[in-house]
């Protein structure tokens, strides 16, 4: 009976989720994600061509906001770097990851190449299942990443949670010299730090929540924690 059905109506009634791939740290935060440094290898260029050009040629998934950067800070402009997620619908993809493998060398999944070897046909965007499985890359660049670099982000972690701290010591001291101490305590349940003046709350308790619109920008990974390793294998 499948074999009357076109190749990609044989995959529709497996396929419930297409693989993201492609997708890279972000936060030193980000446990799940990893630079793409840790992924170089010397691959023959007839496979990078061959892949990175069927990368650009993916049909457009979903466009985003934002501006994505490349990881190895090599002076690609960030207007190059895309804005849309690209698909065939079995994989979806950033439109910058052909930058990753035309010009870095990063290598993917075995599976996601032998797809591209192939010659499979994508599937008719119409037909494509829209929900996107993101443990297949997860899991991918789990099993790939160095026990090295695991090693340095969470010294980078480490370090960027105590200047994050620093920080908000900061910013509180700064709300409560402005604003001035009230006699009462704080009412949040548990807090015994005295309310900020004219309020019920203390300057911690005021920023409970949003201590990320002060601290954001110390968890991002610097290019020196991402910095191309020799690395076989
Ligand atoms: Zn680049
Ligand atoms: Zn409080």
Request: a negative charge; proline letters at 6%; one cysteine or more.
């Amino acid at each position: 009976m499948l074999g009357v059905l076109p190749k990609y109506k044989q995959y529709l009634l497996v396929i419930k989720q297409m693989k993201l791939i492609g997708y890279w740290i972000t936060s030193l935060r980000d446990q799940v994600y990893y630079p793409p440094q840790e992924f170089v290898l010397n691959s023959p260029p007839e496979w990078q061509a061959l892949v990175a050009n069927y990368l650009d040629n993916g049909e457009v998934f979903e466009v985003y906001r934002g501006s994505p950067w490349c990881r190895f800070s090599c002076g690609y402009s960030n207007s190059n770097m895309g804005y849309r997620d690209l698909s065939d619908g079995y994989f979806v993809w950033p439109d910058n990851l052909s930058h990753y493998v035309r010009d870095h060398n990063v290598q993917l999944p075995q599976d996601f190449i032998q797809h591209v070897q192939s010659g499979t046909p994508p599937i008719p965007k119409e037909s494509w299942a829209l929900d996107r499985d993101v443990t297949y890359w997860q899991d991918w660049c789990r099993t790939h990443v160095s026990d090295n670099f695991r090693n340095r982000l969470q010294a980078a972690l480490n370090e960027a949670n105590i200047r994050a701290k620093s920080i908000i010591d900061k910013v509180v001291l700064e709300m409560e010299t402005v604003t001035g101490l009230a006699d009462s305590c704080c009412i949040w349940k548990g807090c015994s730090n005295r309310a900020l003046d004219g309020a019920v709350l203390c300057a911690r308790c005021v920023i409970k929540g949003n201590e990320d619109h002060y601290v954001w920008e110390v968890y991002h990974p610097a290019p020196v924690l991402m910095m191309p390793l020799v690395r076989v294998g």
